[in-house]
């Protein structure tokens, strides 16, 4: 079972690409969760770097030794990575399809680019057949002045700085991810036709026409 990640910020047309990616057969692709993904990647994080750390499996043995317990943990590592797998796994994929993950607006949201990366790669990690679509919107004006970022003054600055942590990403990781706007969706560009392929799917022009054509609140 393949994961896949839309990345994107508001009012970028994250939805309708969900919305057609789940046109294909065995995709189950769900709506975005505030965040959680990056949270339990967090919480692998932390796990991770505490296994690091943990040098005793029994505080008797800190004991023996005469070193102070700070970093006594006596959990398996193994069983707790699966368990976050699993829970990832749960949260998006309760149906079990073939092809499951998400939209997230936030995952890029008051972060630095090595948080921002870090993130992608622990995901990746866990899942190692991730594939990551960066969805954005190429007029930013007017994206900056949609409801979802009119009150916030930096808002032009903020979506610049993520379409530059999305470039970088996917040059350092260029077979495991591809960037579609919001533009290249409605005009049905070369660039949006390259999405199919890198999904490995067929463009089904009557399924593509209905998800354009209908509007949703």
């Not at 706007?181 to 949006?192: C, H, V, Y």
Request: charged share 30%; aromatic share 14%; with cysteine.
């Amino acid at each position: 079972m393949s994961p896949i990640l839309i990345i994107s910020s508001g009012r970028s047309g994250s939805t309708t690409l969900l919305r057609i990616l789940n046109t294909f057969k065995g995709y189950n692709i769900k709506g975005e969760n505030k965040d959680f993904v990056s949270n339990m990647i967090r919480a692998y994080d932390s796990i991770l770097y505490t296994n690091r750390k943990h040098r005793y499996k029994t505080y008797r043995e800190y004991d023996r030794r005469r070193i102070k317990p700070c970093w006594y943990n006596s959990y398996n590592f193994e069983e707790s990575k699966n368990n976050i797998k699993k829970t990832i796994k749960q949260f998006l994929n309760r149906e079990g399809a073939p092809v499951w993950g998400c939209k997230e607006i936030r995952f890029a949201e008051n972060r630095s680019y090595a948080e921002f990366k870090s993130n992608l790669k622990l995901f990746i990690n866990l899942f190692p057949q991730t594939k990551i679509i960066f969805n954005i919107r190429e007029n930013i004006n007017n994206q900056a002045k949609s409801a979802w970022f009119k009150d916030n003054p930096d808002s032009i600055n903020i979506l610049k700085e993520h379409k530059t942590y999305y470039d970088k990403f996917m040059e350092e990781n260029p077979k495991r991810c591809i960037m579609v706007s919001l533009e290249d969706m409605i005009n049905n560009t070369k660039n949006f036709q390259n999405m199919y392929k890198f999904l490995g799917q067929k463009f089904n022009k009557d399924a593509y026409s209905k998800i354009m054509k209908e509007k949703r609140e």
